[in-house]
Structure formats: structure tokens, C-alpha cells
């Protein structure tokens, strides 16, 4: 019988032959995807080293220098400053919890019209500018005033008590309660009994994000506060531009990292309970119409909505009105200077600059947050993924006011050209939305079925091609979201970006703060016009988000 070789026989793929060859193609794919994760996660790690670690360091090496952290540490200031910090920020978590519970039952229980707006006047105040919101509640109920801070801080963070609990509650399985209902438990027990502690994980997952955010509130505090209140935030502001006192602020800020830490951990933690809760649960039926008890909660959900409309219909009506009655000047005065020159630029070039600079931060943070989200998707190691997901959440919980403070401390290391371009206030911005991006698009492209990719790469196509047939069109919607999303939190970024704009990269919220702190009525109603356009740019990114939200279905924007 005639021979056939492995080359010419037609019942041997050329796939098994060059496994022959050269070793099974399953291992060489498994070579080429860890250096490909390898290749990929090098950008965005570089990225947090040089841009977010390296200022942190030096703030902690300054902190723990000669004069610094030891005599910050005995000054009984500094801890009324701590104490006022945790305590406004405690009362703050209360009330957002509080006034968040009946308006996440509202969006994951009930069927009501206009769900859509409602969650989209309840996500605005979140990417509202921390500035803005300040100068709203001071418009409500003027400065100077501890119950306008706590009330501001809860005002911006209702949002992630009806995301993250509402997330949780619709997955909730109600034939429980129905269950403690029909033995006669009243509608309160019930929900005391057996809703309250299925939520418990999603609370205290809440619960900790918020208090990060308030205690490490800055604009807020900065434009209600005055001189009378201060926290740790705004504390480390005035040592380091008005007192020159740095190795105060760096103590200061090693102090405030260390709550930050142990804030993040909790919050985890809480986290882990919450992912685990949702994998024990069914999901939940579909909604229903409000009926009996259902009524009450309604009327509380509609209370703190109007709650939450309030500052900001008073704002508007601020930014119209005049000693002679309604006006356009405020608006008018965005397109040239302000009456006694308080800003180098006009209000309307540091719009320009505040697009210029959301923009390339939007670019920047969509590239190292697809990349890192790429490699926490498909790394396999689950404890390496969670710690890597760990380190590149951190800009997301370090004050903002901190990372600025620690540019400042090692810009004179920098080359000169990086060190006066303005180039540093888009990576700034990137660095504070790139965990959002991550956020908003790791649990969809974890949701991809692997399978599918396998079967891609063995039909050849390249780790790219598997991307762009496999993963971009499922992925494509929270793309444009995330984008969206943190486009404008850059837009509005404050913190950070105080402290590195010059007088001709001024930023709109920079320019702001500084209009609101100058007397002058010009100067007020100009301040105020600017906030308005802030809220209706807002406004309208948070509406596409949640357009794409309601067209891509329910996971179709991640854990947000």
C-alpha cells in the first residue's frame, strides 16, 4: 500500500501539522495572550506609577520628614479639623442613605411613569461639579452654614445610595417578603425582617463609598465653609497656596490617606458580600404598579427628588436675576472680562479650555481604561485581577486635592517643558476618570462568553481581530457611555486641577470658584450663568448615558 506523508495527507489540517511542528497550538496561543495581557496592561501601570504613585510617595516621604507628620500629629487642631471632617461626612452618609432608600424601591420595584427622567435627575447631581453645588446650596441657604455642607455633600452622593442599593434590591427574590407577609407580619416588619438584611451588603457598600466622598469633599466645603469650617481637604489647600506651609499639608495628607485606605477596604469588603449576595439570588420579577403601602414610599421618592431640584432651580433663577430685575448679564459677561478683572482670561475662554482639557483627559482615560479593563477581564489569576482592580480604583478614592498637591511637590523634578505645559492637567483629569471608565466596562467584558473568543483565535484570527469582531460589539455601548460619563466629570474636575492651571489655562470651574470669592454683582451673576451651562452639559451626557442604558439593556453600562 502506497505511503502518505503528514505534508500530503489531506486528512491532516494544517493547524495539526504545525502543532507537529512547532509545539500545540493551544500553548503557543497561551504564550501569545499572557504577553499580549502583559503588553497591554504595561500602559495604563506606567500610567498610575508616574502620574498617581509618584506624587503620593513624595507626599508621603515629605509627610514623614523632620517638622511634618510628628508635630501635625500633637496639634490639637489638627484633630478638631479630623473630627469635624468625619463628623460632617458621617451625618452626610445619614442623610443620602436615608433619603436614597425610597427612591431606589421606586427604581427597581416599581413601574411609574418617567423612571428614565427620574434616574436621570437623580444621576445628575453625582457628576455635578463639586464647585457648582457649593455655590447652589450657598444661593439656597447662603455660606458659613454646617447644615448647607451636610446637606450639599448628602445632595451629591443620593445618587450612588439608588444605584448601588437599587442595583441589589431588584435582584431581591419578593416571594420572601410576600412570604413574611402572609404569616402577618406588617409591611414595616416585613421589610425590617427580611428586605433590610438582604440589603445590608449593598448598604454598607454604599454606605462606605459615600463617606469617602464626603470626607474628601473640597469645593463644597471650600465655597460653604469660609473660614469657619474647614476639613482635612480644604485644610491642606490653604497650607500649601496660602501659608507655603508643605510639610504641614503632606501631613496632612497622610493622615487623610490613611482614612482613605481604610475606607476603600470597607467598602470592598462590603463589596465582595454585595457580589456574592447577587449570585445567590434570583432576579427579580418584573415590576409593578404601585399599590396600598407602595404610595407612601412614591411620596417620599417624589419629597427628596423636588429635594434634590431645589438648589438647582434656584441657581438658575440666581443666574437671571439682577438689582433691576431679570436679566441676560450674567450670560453676557461669559463672552468678555469680567467687570473688575478678577480672571486673565474670559469666562468664555476658560469654557474653551475646560473642553479642550474633558477632551484629551476623555481620550487619554478611555485608552488606559480599555486596556486595563481588557487585562482584568481576561486574566485568569483571580487574586492578581483583584488586586490589580484594587491599585487602579485608588485615584478614585485619594482625594483629589492631595494628587494636586503632590504634582506640586514633584514638578521640579520634572523636564521643564512638562513641567509649564498644560498638558498636565488632562493627565490629571484622566487620572480621576479612569476608574469610572474601568468601572462602567470591566463587568460587561467579563459577561463575554470565552468560547467565543477561543473560537475566533482558532480560526487565526489575531488577539486585535478577536477584540474587534468579538468583544468591541458587545462592548460598543458602554464605550460611548463611559466616554460620555467621564467626559463630564473631567469637565467639572475642581480639585486636582486648582492646582496646576496657570492663568491662561484657566479651567470654567477654576474660574468659578474664583469669580464667586470676589465681591461685585457682575461677577456673582457671571459665576452663576457659568454653573447653569455646567448643569445643562451635564444634564445632557447624563441623558444619552441613560439612553444607552435603556437601549442596551440593563447590563449595558457596568456596575453604574
Known sequence: MKQT??????????????????????????????LGLLAAAALPVGFLLFFFAW???????????????????FDVRTWRIVGFTLGQAAAATLVAVLAGLPLAYLLSRLDVPGRGLIRVLVTVPFVLPTVVVGI??????????????VLANAFFNVAVVVRTVGGLWSHLDRRAEDAARALGASRLRAFTSVTLPALRPALGSAAAVVFLFCSTSFGVVLVLGGARFRTLETEI???TVQLLDLPGAAALSLIQLAAVVAALAAGAAARRRRETALRLRPAADTLRRPRG???????AALSVLIGLLIPVVTLVI??????EGFGFAGYRALAGEPADGVLAVSALDAAMNSLRAATDATMLAMVFGVLASIVLARTRRRGLAQLLDGLLMLPLGVSAVTVGFGYLITLGSLPDELRGSSVLVP????????????????????????RLRQAAASLGASPWRVWREVDLPMAARSLIASAAFGFVVALGEFGATSFLVRAETMTLPVAVARLISRPGELNTMTAYAACTLLILVTAAMVAIVERIRIAGGPNALGEF
Not at 440666581?318 to 438689582?323: H, I, K, P, Q
Open 5 to 34: 506523508s503528514k505534508a500530503t495527507d489531506p486528512r491532516v489540517s494544517p493547524a495539526t501539522s504545525l502543532g507537529t511542528a512547532a509545539g500545540p497550538p493551544s500553548r503557543r496561543h497561551g504564550r501569545s495572550r499572557r
Open 55 to 73: 506624587p503620593v510617595v513624595a507626599i508621603l516621604l515629605r509627610g514623614l520628614g523632620e517638622g511634618g507628620l510628628a508635630e501635625t500629629l
Open 136 to 149: 447652589a446650596f450657598r444661593a439656597l441657604l447662603g455660606d458659613g452654614s454646617l447644615v448647607a455642607i
Open 237 to 239: 489647600y490653604l497650607r
Open 293 to 299: 403601602g407602595d404610595w407612601l414610599v412614591v411620596g
Open 318 to 323: 440666581r443666574s437671571l436675576s439682577t438689582s
Open 427 to 450: 493627565f490629571v483629569q484622566a487620572l480621576v476618570i479612569t476608574p469610572l471608565v474601568i468601572r462602567m466596562l470591566l463587568p460587561v467584558l467579563r459577561a463575554v462568553d470565552e
